[in-house]
């Protein structure tokens, strides 16, 4: 029986994906450098988050601030599952995403009525109230003392493996969502919700699958997170900056593209450690800077820079699609 790719998944990308994977895979066994070797698993972590986030905030437009929600429950459901259920590593990160994913749909199928800034401000409030639950919640997150993990040996190392894994399994995700016909109705719903009902696309069955599958994914990224650092507390899983961030990222590379925010992971995460380390009290306000200036001169981000880039060395050379808008 001959294998056939669905008509909307171009191969070059698959294999392009395969090979950009393999090679990343082979980098620690040609140059084991610690430094390095954790920073691109915060990179991958960082990316898958971001496209998380995307699927939300940039296929629908429902731009979120409250995604720290979904991380945080994430990452201490899956703490919890495996401190006193034993439960192995990659299944309690599993089980957190799902659990954050049917969270995201309790306070989000009422709110995903709303639209614009609406939506904006009440997922701030959703985050917020996420928050403070969970601080004084010792049961499950330990209050503001926090959960620590068991230790395991070469824990860091290994993960930079899955977190490779993580990152491609989001920018499948991203590109399935984009390019098949599901993403065609997404686009309906993200220009005019009331019109794509007219012409029989049901917007709230899809904006809760969108929902449950961006908020399911950041609660496993939130399991992921809880691995590394083997320690989590409610102040920083549920911090109001960490969803800033995945906004920041999303904007740096280009929201509503397929592969835009994994690009502006990159930069955000390399970056946010060198400006912590010189700049302290400045990095969050630099980056603010950053935001309007890319809102302000390249909407698109680093994705319609490059696009435009291509398209004046290359004029002959279609560029239809590659953001994501075909």
């Given at each position: 029986?001959?294998?056939?790719?669905p008509?909307w998944?171009?191969p070059?990308a698959?294999?392009?994906?395969?090979v950009v994977?393999?090679?990343?895979?082979?980098?620690?066994?040609?140059?084991?450098?610690?430094?390095?070797?954790?920073?691109?698993?915060?990179?991958?972590l960082?990316?898958a988050?971001?496209?998380?986030?995307n699927?939300?905030?940039?296929?629908?437009g429902?731009?979120?601030?409250?995604h720290?929600?979904m991380?945080?429950?994430?990452?201490?459901?899956?703490?919890?599952?495996?401190?006193?259920?034993?439960v192995?590593?990659?299944?309690?990160?599993i089980?957190g995403?799902?659990?954050?994913?049917?969270f995201a749909?309790?306070?989000g199928?009422?709110t995903?009525?709303l639209?614009?800034?609406?939506?904006?401000?009440?997922?701030?409030g959703?985050g917020?109230a996420t928050?403070?639950?969970c601080?004084?919640w010792?049961a499950?997150?330990?209050g503001?003392?926090g959960l620590?993990?068991?230790?395991?040996?070469?824990?860091?190392?290994?993960?930079?493996?899955y977190?490779?894994?993580?990152a491609?399994?989001?920018l499948?995700g991203?590109?399935a969502?984009?390019?098949?016909?599901l993403?065609?109705?997404?686009?309906?719903?993200?220009?005019?919700?009331?019109?794509?009902?007219?012409?029989?696309v049901?917007?709230?069955?899809l904006?809760?699958l969108?929902l449950?599958?961006?908020?399911?994914?950041?609660g496993?990224?939130?399991?992921f997170?809880?691995s590394?650092?083997?320690?989590?507390?409610p102040?920083?899983?549920?911090?109001f900056?960490r969803?800033?961030?995945?906004?920041?990222?999303?904007?740096?590379?280009?929201?509503?593209?397929?592969a835009?925010p994994a690009?502006?992971?990159?930069?955000?995460?390399?970056?946010q450690?060198?400006?912590?380390?010189?700049?302290?009290?400045?990095?969050l306000?630099l980056?603010?800077?950053?935001?309007?200036?890319?809102?302000?001169?390249?909407?698109?981000?680093?994705?319609?820079?490059?696009?435009?880039?291509?398209?004046?060395a290359?004029?002959?050379?279609?560029v239809?699609?590659?953001?994501g808008?075909d």
């Amino acid at each position: 029986m001959k294998l056939r790719w669905p008509t909307w998944v171009r191969p070059r990308a698959a294999i392009g994906l395969l090979v950009v994977c393999a090679a990343l895979a082979m980098g620690p066994l040609l140059h084991d450098n610690i430094y390095w070797h954790n920073q691109l698993t915060l990179t991958f972590l960082g990316i898958a988050a971001a496209l998380a986030w995307n699927w939300l905030g940039g296929y629908l437009g429902q731009v979120s601030f409250g995604h720290a929600a979904m991380f945080g429950v994430g990452g201490f459901a899956a703490a919890q599952a495996q401190i006193h259920l034993h439960v192995p590593m990659v299944p309690a990160w599993i089980a957190g995403g799902v659990l954050a994913g049917l969270f995201a749909l309790i306070w989000g199928h009422p709110t995903l009525r709303l639209r614009g800034p609406y939506f904006s401000i009440a997922t701030i409030g959703v985050g917020e109230a996420t928050r403070l639950v969970c601080t004084y919640w010792d049961a499950f997150t330990g209050g503001s003392s926090g959960l620590s993990l068991p230790m395991q040996q070469n824990l860091k190392h290994q993960l930079y493996w899955y977190g490779i894994a993580l990152a491609a399994v989001a920018l499948a995700g991203s590109y399935a969502l984009r390019r098949s016909p599901l993403g065609l109705s997404l686009l309906a719903i993200k220009s005019d919700v009331d019109a794509a009902g007219d012409v029989g696309v049901s917007s709230t069955r899809l904006q809760d699958l969108v929902l449950f599958l961006s908020g399911g994914m950041i609660g496993i990224c939130g399991g992921f997170y809880a691995s590394y650092f083997s320690y989590i507390e409610p102040g920083n899983m549920f911090g109001f900056d960490r969803s800033i961030s995945w906004v920041l990222t999303g904007v740096i590379g280009g929201i509503g593209t397929i592969a835009g925010p994994a690009f502006g992971a990159v930069v955000f995460v390399l970056l946010q450690q060198s400006l912590i380390a010189s700049y302290p009290q400045l990095y969050l306000g630099l980056y603010g800077m950053l935001l309007v200036l890319v809102i302000l001169f390249e909407p698109l981000g680093l994705t319609g820079l490059a696009l435009r880039v291509l398209h004046r060395a290359r004029p002959d050379l279609s560029v239809t699609g590659v953001a994501g808008e075909d």
